[in-house]
């Protein structure tokens, strides 16, 4: 039987946790079309046994924050709140990276208040280098320190890093020491299988974006619903594609922990739903032959 529970660094969480950039408006920009069904994701997901939201101050920006704030303050005592900084918009809704120390730790209080907490359970350094490995980006040490410094002062429990290479992941394990790694992966994009490895090597957690491939680039869900390898194992357990994805990410890692996003009660029901679902080790070996290809839009 699949575990329901793990870890989130050392803070115990259900292995479904729920994504919010979805609640958004288009282009993750703005508010969301529905407002009221957004809270009710929210509410619902709570209800559920979500323990454990990711969200971020840019998504909107400022509209994903104050949407759990208005949704769920007074917080529940055992939900885990994750955020990421690193970036910020422009007018238009443009990605600006913004990532000098100061600069996150501006977005650390941003997060803080927004949120209305005392301390955010963890914080990922959002970084640029594994869909712009060109990119300039500020050192890695001095933005791992800015963050310590906050954990130190205890605005902070637990630092993560974001989008990034084993490398990083290796240097931010020495220096600081991290409570999880939130990159892409998922089964319509394995390319992240070595820093998986490496956070099972080291029982960091690991917490993949975009685990149905995401709603950037055309929808990771209609593609999974073509796929044949993915259609076969569904019918089989008469489950949708998209949770046959999901149960594939969990059976790779006991660590690994799912933070799908969505906009609709229904989805997210048959996301909590994935917990159940019991893949054999046929299933898996028919889910190998998903042809594995980089997801846009990270
Ligand atoms: N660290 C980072 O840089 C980073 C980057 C991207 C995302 N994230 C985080 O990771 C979370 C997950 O990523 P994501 O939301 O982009 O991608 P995702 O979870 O791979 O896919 C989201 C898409 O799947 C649809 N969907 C969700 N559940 C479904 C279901 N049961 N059946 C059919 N379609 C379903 C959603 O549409 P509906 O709304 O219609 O359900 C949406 O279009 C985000 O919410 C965010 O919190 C982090």
Request: proline residues 6%.
């Amino acid at each position: 039987m699949t575990e329901s529970m793990s870890f989130l660094g050392d803070k115990p969480v259900h292995r479904i946790g729920f994504g919010a950039m979805q609640l958004a408006g288009p282009g993750v920009f703005g508010p969301p079309k529905d407002r009221d069904g957004a809270l009710a994701v929210l509410r619902r997901a709570v209800e559920l046994g979500v323990d454990h939201i990711d969200t971020a101050q840019f998504y909107g920006p400022d509209v994903v924050n104050e949407l759990i704030r208005e949704a769920l303050h007074p917080y529940p005592g055992d939900l885990r709140l994750v955020t990421k900084v690193g970036a910020v918009r422009d007018s238009d809704g443009g990605w600006i990276r913004a990532a000098e120390p100061d600069e996150l730790k501006h977005q650390v209080r941003e997060n803080l208040k927004a949120l209305d907490v005392d301390r955010i359970d963890l914080v990922n350094l959002r970084r640029f280098e594994r869909s712009e490995p060109d990119a300039r980006e500020p050192d890695l040490a001095d933005q791992l320190g800015a963050l310590a410094e906050l954990r130190e002062a205890g605005d902070i429990d637990l630092i993560g890093v974001s989008n990034v290479t084993a490398e990083t992941v290796r240097k931010a394990i020495d220096t600081v020491g991290i409570g999880g790694v939130q990159n892409p992966f998922g089964i319509l994009d394995r390319s992240d299988e070595p820093v998986l490895e490496l956070c099972r090597e080291h029982g960091v957690s690991y917490v993949p974006f975009f685990p149905l491939g995401s709603a950037f680039g055309g929808g990771g869900p209609k593609a999974l619903a073509v796929d044949p390898h993915v259609s076969t194992v569904a019918a089989k357990h008469g489950v949708t594609p998209s949770q046959v994805a999901l149960a594939w990410a969990l059976a790779q890692y006991d660590g690994l922990l799912l933070i799908p996003g969505t906009s609709s009660v229904a989805h997210l029901e048959e996301n909590m739903a994935v917990i159940d679902i019991e893949l054999e080790a046929e299933d898996l070996e028919t889910l190998d032959r998903v042809r594995s290809k980089p997801v846009e839009g990270h």
